[in-house]
């Protein structure tokens, strides 16, 4: 059975940092590449960031450049997303994902296998 499970989300205060994993297995990890989603009430989900599968290249929105790192551990089937400087508007159900499209996509629908999503509010 094909599952990501994320983990590491909560409550942080706005300018904190939070480190998001998520977890696979049932599929061979290191032929895919994954991204990072979030979505916020009322909103649709948009795309965060994404890695590709050997780990070499990452992409991110311009709403967290410069704030997050994505990285993989192919080894443990894991991928992180670390977010720092956080603000009140990054609060949103985050959800890893990944895609055979070994360079990834900024596109929800070239991904074959979502997780369940790990919550992340920002407040003071």
């Known amino acids: 059975q094909v599952q990501l499970v994320e983990s590491g989300g909560g409550l942080v205060q706005p300018g904190g940092s939070l480190r998001l994993s998520c977890a696979a297995s049932g599929l061979t990890f290191s032929t895919y590449a994954m991204g990072w989603f979030r979505q916020a009430p009322g909103k649709e989900r948009e795309f965060v960031g994404v890695?590709?599968?050997?780990?070499?290249?990452?992409s991110y929105a311009d709403s967290v450049k410069g704030r997050s790192t994505i990285s993989r551990d192919n080894a443990k089937n894991t991928v992180y997303l670390q977010m720092n400087s956080l603000k009140p508007e990054d609060t949103a159900i985050y959800y890893c994902?990944?895609?055979?499209?070994?360079?990834?996509?900024?596109?929800?629908?070239?991904?074959?296998?979502w997780g369940q999503g790990t919550q992340v509010t920002v407040s003071s």
């Open positions: 890695i590709s599968a050997s780990g070499s290249r990452t």
């Open positions: 994902a990944a895609t055979s499209y070994s360079g990834g996509s900024i596109y929800p629908r070239d991904y074959n296998v």
